[in-house]
Structure formats: C-alpha cells, structure tokens
C-alpha cells in the first residue's frame, strides 16, 4: 500500500527568506500524481502545486516549487520570499493512477513565518 | 470559498442528537467526498460518491449515513456520535476523467460532540 510521510511536525522560517518542507512516499507504481496542499488557519484547504511523475521538469507556481526526486520517492517543497500569509499547515498527498480517485496524504507540515 | 461551501462550520451535539452536515459544490464535478481531520493525523478518507453512486466507504461506522441526492450536493448524517467522532469534517469534489483529479475543499465543519 502506498504511504505517505512528512517527516517535519513543524517549521519555522524567516520572513522572506526560502524554506524547504519535505515528503517522502512509497509506491510499486510508476505513473501517479503528486500533491501540496495548504490549509490556512481559516481552515480551507488550498491546492498549492501538482506533479505528474511521468514529467522530469519540477513544478512551479510563483514563489512555490517542487524538488521531484522519483528515484529517492522524495517530493520536497520550496517556498521562496516566504511571506505572513504562507503561514499554514501543508500536507502532501499521492493519487496513484488506479486509485479510484483516493488521495493518499502526509500528516502535515505546520510552517511558522516570524515577522 | 465559493467553489464548495459547507453548513454548518461549527456544531456541537450531544450523543444522543441526530444532526446534518452539508455539502454543495459549485463547480460542475461529477465526484464528492467526506474527509474527518483529527489533530495531527492524516486526513481520513469516510466516503467517495461518483455520478452520485457511492463508490468508496472506507469502514466507516454506521453512526455516519452520507447521502448525494445529485452531483452537486452531499450530506453526512450523524447520530448516536462518540465524543471520539469530534473533528474537522471536510467536504470536497473533483472531476472524474481528468488526469490529475484535483480535489477542491469546502471549509470544514468543525465537529464537538459531549
């Protein structure tokens, strides 16, 4: 069965400056979709990046990266200039390719931003 | 929060109480499920409705009755909880047959039961 794990409970950054969050997965498949997601303290969880891991090329969204490492099942977050409103809880999720739609999640990264 | 919203987004019962959670996405997805989140854990997945037929039930006691009178609404019925059974309770739709299978989240209900 896959699984999914964020090894860091919690994270604290400096305003503006870069922080990595991790995650790590284990699967047989070779085709699946990789997930981060953040969840303010208002509660709506907010899909933040996605990768399919049949792409090489990380993904990006503005300030948000990934480091996709398909060999070592490793998908880390990069979160650049990092700003008061990053502050959140982030999950990492899998969604294999025959998983009847079910997402496989981390237990979450809560990521403090000091001013 | 307009895409799916959820009432209430706070309950408190008794467990002996009989009370309704609800779902309704605006987004056009043919998929909708019900997430329970506890402190500090991964998010569990309860139920998965496609095409408003359930296709996931993910050995959830039989105290939760969900129920999908169309694709774009979702109910989770509760009676007789267990204080344990207090948590976030997330609804989210996605749209069956694209291939990344974004899921989309409401806000939450946040549960309490004494």
């Known amino acids: 069965a896959q699984t999914v794990t964020q090894s860091q409970p919690e994270m604290s950054v400096q305003e503006a400056e870069t922080v990595t969050l991790s995650c790590t997965y284990d699967?047989?498949?070779?085709?699946?979709?990789l997930f981060w997601y953040k969840q303010p303290p208002s509660r709506q969880m907010i899909l933040v990046i996605r990768q399919e891991a049949y792409k090489q090329q990380n993904a990006t969204e503005n300030r948000f990266s990934v480091n996709f490492q398909k060999a070592a099942k490793s998908f880390s977050l990069k979160i650049s200039d990092s700003q008061l409103g990053d502050a959140a809880m982030y999950f990492c999720?899998?969604?294999?390719?025959?998983?009847?739609?079910?997402?496989?999640w981390g237990a979450g990264t809560k990521l403090i931003i000091k001013p | 929060e307009t895409g799916v919203t959820q009432t209430p987004r706070h309950l408190v019962m008794g467990m002996t109480n009989k009370k309704s959670l609800k779902c309704e996405q605006h987004?056009?997805?043919?998929?909708m499920y019900w997430y329970k989140q506890s402190a500090k854990k991964p998010l569990e997945l309860m139920f998965v409705?496609?095409?408003?037929?359930?296709?996931e039930n993910n050995s959830v006691p039989s105290r939760f009755s969900p129920e999908c009178p169309n694709s774009s609404h979702l109910f989770l019925h509760l009676h007789t909880l267990q204080p344990e059974d207090s948590a976030l309770y997330l609804c989210?739709?996605?749209?069956?047959?694209?291939?990344?299978?974004?899921?989309?989240f409401g806000p939450g209900t946040r549960l309490l039961v004494l």
């Open positions: 989210a739709s996605s749209q069956p047959g694209t291939d990344e299978e974004t899921q989309y």
């Open positions: 987004l056009g997805h043919n998929a």
């Open positions: 699967t047989s498949e070779s085709d699946y979709y």
């Open positions: 999720a899998y969604r294999g390719m025959d998983s009847n739609y079910q997402l496989i």
């Open positions: 409705y496609n095409f408003k037929e359930q296709t």
